[in-house]
């Protein structure tokens, strides 16, 4: 296990996701403000916070149930992309790359929790 949140790479991606999400948001129509803005950004941020929550409890089942808290504010996430591509507030080339990110930081998710089960048998 990494000594820090910090040293995870999904965690590091995490971050990254949170910083192409606001980057995005600030192409959105400003009547989105306290709608889908906020929803986007309050589940972006909440992926490496659970990482990070997660990894400060110090126990292995308590790293699962946050990682399962990031996962869903990830899936989430991709919904509200979805929304606002289907409602055409933003190109879908800028939605792209932001998505392809979230899609590694999933596969990241599952794998951290898969060797964390196998850790727990």
Known sequence: M???????????LGIDLVDAVYDVCLSMPAAERFGLI??????????PANIAEGCGRGSTKD???????SQGSLAELRTLLLIV????????EELEPVDALASRVGRLLVGLQRSLRKKLE
């Open 85 to 92: 591509q289907r409602r055409n507030f933003v190109a879908a």
């Open 38 to 47: 906020s929803q986007m950004q309050r589940a972006s941020v909440s992926v």
């Open 2 to 12: 990494a000594s820090s949140h910090e040293d995870l790479e999904v965690w590091q």
């Open 63 to 69: 790293l699962l149930r946050h990682l399962a808290i």
